[in-house]
């Protein structure tokens, strides 16, 4: 029953401390946009606005959720926002938060499920995401959402390979697929961007890709789609949608930190082993959470400061580049490890 | 009964659900979305016999890759649903002729002395390196005249797809 317990608690602080950190997100992109646009941004609710999040969802709350008559199936409209919004908070499941948090005689590890297959679980569950964009294209059954689905769902189907592919060699040099695990290699021997630059390169452009986030946001290019797939929604559904990409976004950014930036780890003395007290162990959490958000302000950095790519750029780009690129990059890396190990 | 086997008949009994709703539906995409469900299912049996890896694959290629493009096909034509209405002779006679080919076979299985459980039986593990260690060495060949296979497919499909391409 203990054990239950502590499972339970480290979910809803996870998916807590996530929800939160999604909502003050998109606070952060408004004043960051603000301040590279010599702005002053949202300032009006509490101090320095600091309250506009809570605002923003009261007002999604109460506006009208409208429901177009031309709607072409009423339960995939509904649930196409919530497809969106379930894969970011499943996968945050193996993404290790922490190396352990020793706390009353319990050894608590800092991840909700230590699965050994954890980066195949990851695309698995975000390979799922592309039905929200397809259902919620189809079921508007107007031409913009359609075409912007189709977009989209082209544009994650595209980039998941590469996503896949350019991870290859991390895993082959950590020897694992546990997250916690490449993290201890990295705690170990050294930051992975440092052995596979190309790899981090690639998986953060892909990244971009599949988050649909500038510059690779074309499936709601306004200027030519309206808001598309999205087009029809209003109220809470939008907001789905709106935050599904935030949160998606997290999980990006959580990736990058324990796949290339070692986690929870720092290459200093107390930090760079799993914890043993609960002090170095809060320390932990705090530096995977610092370099998350630092992840975090690098993608709302970009879509502010890079222009849209173009549809047949963006494919270009994901096929003929990054594919073939990250190809080499396995079998270059699967070379020198195999000589490294042997000779 | 324990938690494990009652998960293990909430599971089945969905699988079941869901795949007499592929076929039931009228609507192509409410069959491909119970595919989906379904194989969403297939994974949880297979978490069960705690192979994980192969529930992710599940999940992976058939529920994230494979129906997706399906999904994205039965869309684009935007099939109507009064050409599904119409019952074709043909293939009823196809279907009743290859379900009762697998009832056969299921009976014939059904007949042999009983298998406690294919995993413990065979003492196998089904972890990770389990799986995939075997497929690089015992059977390398196999794999890769797969791999063969499955290019000379996708060659063939880009071929097809550009006739105009001399």
Not at chain 1, 318 to 323: A, D, E, I, N, Y
Request: proline share 4%; glycine share 8%; net charge neutral.
């Amino acid at each position: 029953m203990n054990e239950l317990l502590i499972h339970l608690l480290k979910i809803a602080g996870v998916i807590g401390v996530m929800l939160g950190i999604v909502a003050y997100t998109v606070l952060a992109e408004r004043w960051v946009c603000a301040w590279m646009q010599d702005r002053i941004g949202p300032n009006r609710v509490g101090p320095f606005g600091i309250l506009q999040p809570l605002a923003d969802g009261l007002k999604f709350i109460f506006k009208e959720d409208v429901l177009p008559r031309h709607v072409r199936h009423k339960f995939y409209f509904t649930v196409a926002p919530m497809i969106t919004m379930v894969p970011a908070l499943i996968t945050v499941a193996v993404v290790p938060w922490g190396s352990y948090l020793p706390v009353l005689g319990h050894n608590i590890k800092g991840v909700i499920a230590d699965l050994d297959v954890g980066i195949l679980f990851i695309f698995a569950i975000a390979s799922l995401g592309v039905y929200g964009i397809v259902l919620a294209g189809w079921s508007s059954n107007s031409k913009y959402p359609f075409l912007g689905g189709i977009r989209s769902s082209a544009q994650m189907i595209s980039y998941e390979v590469c996503l896949g592919l350019s991870v290859v060699p991390v895993f082959m040099q950590a020897g694992t697929l546990n997250l916690w695990n490449v993290v201890l290699y990295q705690a170990e021997h050294t930051w992975l961007v440092w052995c596979q630059p190309l790899s981090f390169v690639i998986f953060m452009v892909s990244a971009f890709a599949e988050t649909n986030r500038t510059p690779f946001d074309l499936p709601e290019a306004e200027q030519e789609l309206v808001g598309g797939y999205h087009t029809e929604y209003s109220s809470m559904k939008f907001a789905m949608f709106f935050l599904g990409e935030y949160a998606n976004m997290f999980v990006a950014s959580a990736l990058m930190a324990t796949l290339f930036f070692g986690g929870w780890s720092l290459p200093v003395a107390p930090l760079n082993a799993p914890a043993t007290t609960l002090a170095v162990g809060l320390a932990h959490v705090g530096v995977f959470l610092a370099k998350t958000l630092f992840f975090l302000f690098v993608f709302i950095w970009v879509r502010w400061t890079l222009p849209r790519f173009r549809y047949d750029q963006l494919m270009t780009l994901g096929w003929k580049v990054f594919v073939p690129l990250t190809i080499v990059n396995i079998l270059v890396s699967s070379v020198v490890l195999a000589v490294m190990e042997n000779g | 009964m324990n938690v494990h086997d009652i998960l293990f008949w909430v599971f089945s009994i969905a699988m079941l659900v869901c795949g007499v709703m592929v076929i039931a539906h009228r609507n192509p995409v409410n069959s491909a979305m119970s595919l989906v469900l379904l194989f969403a299912f297939m994974a949880g049996l297979f978490v069960l016999l705690e192979a994980f890896f192969l529930a992710t694959i599940q999940v992976l290629v058939y529920a994230g890759a494979v129906m997706v493009l399906f999904l994205f096909v039965i869309m684009l034509l935007d099939i109507r649903a009064s050409v599904l209405k119409r019952l074709r002779w043909l293939g009823l006679v196809g279907a009743l002729l290859v379900s009762g080919l697998l009832v056969w076979e299921i009976q014939q299985v059904l007949r042999q002395p009983a298998v406690e459980s294919a995993v413990e039986a065979k003492g196998l593990a089904l972890g990770l390196s389990d799986v995939v260690k075997p497929l690089f060495t015992q059977y390398m060949l196999p794999v890769q005249l797969t791999a063969l296979l499955l290019l000379a497919a996708m060659v063939g499909v880009v071929l097809l797809s550009k006739r105009d391409l001399q």
